[in-house]
DNA sequence: CTGAAAGCGCTTACAG
DNA sequence: CTGAAAGCGCTTACAG
């Protein structure tokens, strides 16, 4: 059955359906009934099509109708429960909706989000979600100017409506949750370390303001030193953290499972203490409750951020607002201790 | 500058810079110089298209040139360190060859699968490549009827070339590594179980097979009960375990990372002697040299699967062969004890 | 009940 | 140096 040569089109099936083109187009496009095309020359084209192997052209269709069909994504890595998550849900929900889901992975460079934009303009997608993206407002400019409709998934930006987490309220709970872990189980009571992230990101900073709220709110206070935004990287986290070498009781809130996987190697290789330190992370992993010192994480509410995405997505004159998605807090029950030796 | 209504056209160029579509044609998909187009008109078409936001439909262009430039992946997760390393690499280097990747997220479901498939050559994709795909051929078949190329990774087909792990050799390294360390460290030698994955799917087979191979090149005996191919999950895997509870030294294959989390589940969730336990897994996780009792896991390297996939691409006349990548052995260094009590 | 015709936005031989 | 024309494979008012 290999056509190498070309491949089936309505004409070829017209021929041999003794029809016209048109009439196989709407035979195969499913408006037949409406032309009240007969029954029996449409059964006739549809096992001719199946017989061939037809598969419509849907550049050529969607050219012509004026549409793509396509819900372009920007996302910065798919190794990544957060967004690996939001990535799959995005596209079983695109397609759940008759679209064509084109998902682009931009590992947080600004240049290849850029492109990748450009590029989903220019197929002409029906809308771009730009989910962490570094410079959203490039983007929706971009799109707005090329009459694309764009919105921001993560991250907020001031040109498009944004879907984010509330990572404030979620931060405070989340320090909650560690001071009174360590206040319970080591009878201390801060202040706690703030690792991982950039305080330029917006995410990090509603954070570090939910931390440092829920300090306030009990009367501690918080060293600057104590504040160590270092970035997105594991070997970030435990450089920072390679000088502090606790004597007594510690805790920890970690900015994101990248910043995590450094502060678990920092707490494994303490020489010893590290039995009285309690962390906890804002950002999921499965691994998260088999590690020792680990109070609890955050998981951000991916299918409702989603959810609200997708319905606003036609709309028309939307207000650029934020739309805030409370998130989950799972404490985990009794710390594990660290390694013996 | 935002246009609702229509979009630029090349016609709409040629109107304003008083020339022909044809020369703004080729001046904005560079082929002026080759029609010696004067340069005078070629810059005042570009600054015109700049300054209209122009940006060419993709769509009629690779129409008219029959071609889409679309490059397909279909993979079963990003939400997984493996299958989102390979999703981000794949991206990357279709992009740098000119190519526009289009890789969807289909969850291990046939039917998912075999729609994604169809969906992409609807599109006309140039290649379709489809990683851990759980009916290949089916894919493979679909795709040759309709004169399109498939590439089969991770996971063997035998209606196209493969490019997969070489899971035999790694899964016997694997296997020597974790039955050294049991004797270093425990005085004890196997047999270890093998937990998680299924025996229907080639790579967990070859996986056992290597298992196995190494067994009986130290002339230990594996009881047909130490085989738990359970499937991909950490619940079924720590199911199960239930039932084990070992009084002395003991060690495990651990199938996927899937599996490894309910291993560690079990591991941590033991009331005594998991001091004793030791496991290497077959896949790498981040997390893993931190999980006490962990003596090495398995990386396959994704980076030379995918060089050797793009070098078949466009290819023709390629015999359905399997090309075995080696895989790299992480063996981690002193076990970490288990938490006390 | 069905077909001829125009057109989606491009590209590219062909003819000056 | 440049334009008119045909055509990629479809869809859809329009006219019987």
Redesign the pocket.
């Known amino acids: 059955m290999s056509k190498d040569a ?6 070829d099936l ?1 021929k041999l359906a ?9 035979v ?2 499913g ?1 037949w009934e409406k ?4 029954r ?3 059964e006739r084209v549809m096992s001719l099509a199946e017989e061939q192997g ?4 849907v ?3 969607l ?4 549409r793509s069909n396509i819900l372009g994504m920007i996302v910065p890595k798919y190794d990544n429960r957060y967004f690996g998550k939001i990535a799959e849900e995005f596209e079983a929900t695109a397609r759940a909706r008759g679209f064509f889901p084109v998902v682009t992975c931009t590992q947080r460079d600004p240049d290849l989000e850029f492109e990748a934009a450009k590029e989903l303009v220019s197929y002409r997608a029906e809308c771009l979600i730009s989910t962490g993206a570094t410079d959203p407002d490039r983007i929706s400019a971009f799109c707005d100017a090329s009459g694309v409709q764009s919105i921001n998934l993560d991250l907020p930006g001031t040109l498009a409506p944004s879907v984010i987490s509330d990572n404030y309220s979620a931060a405070q709970e989340l320090t909650g949750l560690i001071l009174d872990r360590c206040e319970k189980e080591l009878g201390w009571s801060g202040p706690l370390r703030f690792v991982g992230g950039r305080l330029a990101d917006h995410n990090t900073s509603a954070r570090l303001e939910g931390f440092l709220a829920e300090h306030r709110k009990r009367g501690i206070a918080v060293p600057q030193s104590y504040i160590m935004a270092t970035g997105y990287s594991a070997e970030k986290a435990a450089i920072a953290l390679a000088d502090f070498h606790p004597e007594g009781p510690a805790g920890i809130f970690v900015n994101s499972t990248i910043s995590l996987e450094g502060v678990v190697r920092w707490h494994s290789g303490l020489a010893r203490g590290g039995d009285e330190i309690r962390y906890g992370c804002f950002d999921w992993d499965p691994f998260g409750p088999l590690l020792p010192g680990n109070v609890g994480m955050v998981e951000q509410d991916v299918s409702a951020m989603l959810t609200r995405a997708f319905e606003l997505i036609g709309k028309t004159d939307l207000s650029h607002e934020q739309v805030l998605i409370p998130c989950k807090l799972w404490p985990f029950q009794a710390p594990l201790a660290r390694r013996e030796g």
Chains 1, 2 share one sequence.
């Open positions: 070309k491949r089936t089109t309505i004409y017209a003794e029809a016209s083109p048109s009439a196989v187009s709407s195969l496009n408006t032309r009240r095309i007969s029996k020359l449409a037809y598969s419509v052209n550049q050529a269709s050219l012509r109708r004026e």
